[in-house]
């Protein structure tokens, strides 16, 4: 990871000091299965810095945006690059206090703690990820409060006072709008240091496409890189929903047809299809009959 920050142009100042970061909070040998080794790397230099310097004070971050801006894939990267075990928390209806912190349980003949995702990151020096955080309900939320603030502590009814350990970060992420969400309550927001995450723009979507698809033709980079930014246009317009501006499906997609598949019928699984409106469909489909032609084979998308 940190030769990738080197080569995305993060400041050797902000590396030297993840590496002093890494060397001093060592990690418990059984943990270290944890740490990510992410499959995708997050494009956005201005983004990373801002990160670095938040988690390198000692700060929580909330990453905030619109689907698709990669908030998931820069929460492991980070976890990556500081060398830090990941718990993933996601938040749901079902989410409460002991699933957080941890319920009782017999071992041994004798009541004991079986601990959750938040305390254990405590104990261990993790990086939590609290997925769609603002799904999470009242007594969740209340949890976090002496967790994320200045006291650093857990305080466990029936059980002893937990200090968070020196090298425990939260990082936070929410979409605005989806079904089931609210508005963050102030006291928690407080608590983050927010970053407002950009759309990846089309010069990190092409270092995207190139590093998962280095066979990729030149003139398809740029087709997918334009179609991707179209829907995004087309979303923002209110034209279509957010349902199909799915990077995640596009590169499956894209992978569909290196494995053989025409274009276009990789594109309508991928893509098309995660609109459950027909109306929204067919445009979806029109927008991409632009840049795509009808039926592409694997030999003419890529170098074979």
Sequence with gaps: MLDFLKEEGIRENLLLEIRKFREFYKVDKDMAYRIP?????????????????????????????????????????????FGRPSWDISFHVNTDSSSLIGTDTFRNGEVAMRQ????????????????EINMAKNDSVAVLHATLDFRRIIDVPGYDRNHLDGAT??????????AGTRELNEALASRFMVIDMPGISDENLKKLLKREFPELRGRYLE????????????????????????LRGLLSAIRLMEKGLEANRALRMGIVNKSFDEFERTLVEDVIALRIPGKLERHDIFRV
Excluded at 169 to 178: L, V
Excluded at 223 to 239: I, M, P, V
């Design 223 to 246: 087709q997918f890189t334009a179609l991707f930014n179209d829907l995004q246009k087309k979303s923002g317009n209110a034209e279509i929903s957010t349902k199909s501006v799915d």
């Design 169 to 178: 970060r939260f990082i936070a992420t929410m979409n605005y709008g989806y």
């Design 37 to 81: 080794r992410p499959k995708f790397h997050y494009y956005g230099t201005s983004v990373w810095e801002d990160a670095i310097v938040a988690l390198l004070c000692g700060e929580n971050l909330l990453l905030t945006g619109p689907k698709a801006t990669g908030k998931n894939v820069l929460s492991e990267n980070l976890s990556a690059a």
């Design 116 to 131: 959750g995702p938040i305390l254990n990151c405590a104990r261990y020096g993790g990086f939590g990820i609290l997925d």
